[in-house]
């Protein structure tokens, strides 16, 4: 199993906080992770996403 997930908002939704959640989940149930984050002005209502990455195997490289 592997799954790919982009969370996205704008600032003050919790994309972050949200991500953060997902991948203690997905740690706490012994799976892999690679998270990747983009915020710039975030706190300005810019844009924010998050790259989850979660797999049963170990994951090699990047998003």
């Known amino acids: 199993m592997k799954?790919?997930?982009?969370?996205?908002?704008?600032?003050?939704?919790?994309?972050?906080?949200?991500?953060?959640?997902?991948?203690m989940a997905a740690l706490e149930n012994h799976l892999?992770?690679?998270?990747a984050e983009v915020h710039g002005m975030s706190q300005r209502g810019g844009a924010v996403q998050s790259h989850l990455r979660i797999s049963e195997r170990e994951i090699a490289g990047v998003i």
């Open 3 to 23: 799954s790919d997930i982009i969370l996205s908002g704008v600032g003050g939704q919790g994309i972050l906080s949200i991500a953060a959640v997902v991948g």
């Open 32 to 35: 892999y992770l690679k998270q």
